[in-house]
């Protein structure tokens, strides 16, 4: 089991940035898939964005496509999601998650697929 902790949420303006970071102990991250979700006030819980264990592969929602990214650092055991130009419906609380998979390639967005998930940090965007 992977226990993860997510932090840098806060409240930006629209247009402003953030940078979530999701710190993982217990194993290491290095033969997982790690993915952001994110659940606004009464809104199921979607899937943000997902990188392959190696880094190679990604995968994001077409909401966030060009303004976020996705990265990770097996050493540190730590994955980041850069969140650019803001705005106000991408307030919500996000979650960072993993997934084993060893494929170096594979990356995926389901969420029942993803097994270990943090406690999540809330990010506001203000109009």
């Known amino acids: 089991q992977v226990q993860l902790v997510e932090s840098g949420g806060g409240l930006v303006q629209a247009g402003g940035s953030l940078r979530l970071s999701c710190a993982a102990s217990?194993?290491?991250?290095?033969?997982?898939?790690m993915g952001w979700f994110r659940q606004a006030p009464g809104k199921e819980r979607e899937f943000v964005a997902a990188?392959?264990?190696?880094?190679?592969?990604?995968s994001y929602a077409d909401s966030v496509k060009g303004r976020f990214t996705i990265s990770r650092d097996n050493v540190k055991n730590v994955v980041w999601l850069h969140l650019n130009s803001l705005k106000p419906e991408d307030t919500a609380v996000y979650y960072c998650?993993?997934?084993?998979?060893?494929?170096?390639?594979?990356?995926?967005?389901?969420?029942?697929?993803?097994?270990?998930w943090g406690q999540g940090t809330q990010v506001t965007v203000s109009s």
């Open positions: 998650a993993a997934d084993y998979n060893p494929s170096p390639s594979a990356v995926h967005s389901v969420q029942s697929g993803y097994i270990d």
């Open positions: 990188i392959s264990w190696s880094g190679g592969s990604t």
């Open positions: 217990g194993r290491s991250i290095s033969s997982y898939i």
